[in-house]
């Protein structure tokens, strides 16, 4: 046990006297371990390199409901010919000016009419030719208004005829700006070719769906209350037979009613009467009840129904 002890201090003294020793024994394990870490990262070299966790993109879906547009047909614009400016045409942009941009863009022009209050961004300066979107030709006034500059307060003008749009841009260059730049022939072909100006168009009407149903709902509403009232005193009526009658045959009562009522054409005509209500059991207005009437009751329901129609 001595022995192993003095053994044992004694190596302890020459590490201590030679720390290079400790590096000989430590560098094959040390060496194990980096090699081990390498291959670790190694093989796991794309899971380290991805994101754990997924980016939040901004939702940049924009849903807009459709506008209501009457149905207007567009005539044919010479593009080339309504790009000179006449005393006519400038007079008529005068007058639209004041109906449509004055509120926010001021009567001078100046982009400090009593609407602007508040919006961010101002409404343009048309006295500053600098930073229009779209220019100060005639054919980047003309997109402007009939495209809108989203983000602003700058909406669509697309309501008004081509020829008012052609107009209002005359007047908004000839009376706040400073020698514009003219456009060339290329700039108005293109205008022409971008919005079929010298090809007129149809525009079909348009309604959105929220607005469609609205008013088919108003309109049928006085069609259900009708309705409904009829339902209301048949059920009521329960000492006549023929009440009792229409009650076997219908699978649904409104329905039937309504059937009865759009089809008017089988009061005084029985046959056309009959015929309707076979019509319509496949409908699941009437059912199969129909087929067992007797020619009695048919006419008790024919008579019956006919005071309420």
Known sequence: MNNANNFIKEKMTEIRKN??????LTYPLILVIGIGIGLYYATNLDKISRQSVRPVLPDSTIQQQLKIVEAKTIPPLDIKQAAQPTQEIISQGESIYGTVCASCHGEGGEGNG???????????????ADGWKNGIKISGIYKTLEEGIPGTAMISYDYLLPAEKIGLAHYIRSSFLTNPPLDTPDDLT??????NLSQGKEVAAQI??????????????????????????????????????????????????????????WKGNPDRFTSLIYSNVNENVFNNNVRNLSDEEWNELYNYLSRYF
């Open 190 to 195: 293109t205008l022409d070719q971008t919005y």
């Open 208 to 265: 959105p769906v929220e607005d469609a149903m609205n008013i088919i709902v108003e309109e049928n509403k006085a069609k259900v209350n009708e309705l409904s009232a009829l339902l209301s005193a048949i059920s009521n009526d329960r000492e006549d037979n023929g009440s009792g009658i229409f009650s076997r045959i219908s699978n649904n009562k409104i329905q039937a009613l309504s059937a009865l009522k759009t089809s008017a054409d």
């Open 19 to 24: 720390p290079v020793v400790i590096l000989s």
């Open 114 to 128: 009593p609407a602007s209050t508040g919006l961010n961004p101002a409404p343009r300066n048309f006295t500053n």
